[in-house]
Nanobody
């Protein structure tokens, strides 16, 4: 069973940067496309960023384009999310997810999930 463990969350001020990491284990990392999703209190889980199996293609939600960057290291089986110019509305629990099939960046298409890491951005 694939395991995903996120790290790097915390409390920051608006305008600050934060880097999230997700460690993948118990599977073939390069076989999975990896996504980042987030869920704010009282809201549904939403797509944030996704990266292809080789790392040569990325997708981002409009709300984070130009501020967030996703990358992966297949040798180290890790995926990262660099978050710059953070805003209070970025406050959420951030989840790492892995998908074996398909190409859509929706929660239902992801096969495995981490437990999440909390990011809080104060104004």
């Amino acid at each position: 069973q694939v395991q995903l463990v996120e790290s790097g969350g915390g409390l920051v001020q608006a305008g600050d940067s934060l880097r999230l990491s997700c460690t993948f284990s118990r599977g073939t990392f390069s076989s999975y496309r990896m996504g980042w999703f987030r869920q704010a209190p009282g809201k549904e889980r939403e797509f944030v960023a996704g990266i292809s199996r080789t790392g040569d293609s990325t997708d981002y939600a409009d709300s984070v384009k130009g501020r967030f960057t996703s990358s992966r290291d297949n040798a180290k089986t890790t995926v990262s999310l660099q978050m710059n110019s953070l805003k209070p509305e970025d406050t959420a629990v951030y989840y790492c997810a892995a998908a074996w099939f398909g190409s859509r960046w929706i929660a239902d298409a992801m096969n495995y999930w981490g437990k999440g890491t909390l990011v809080t951005v104060s104004s």
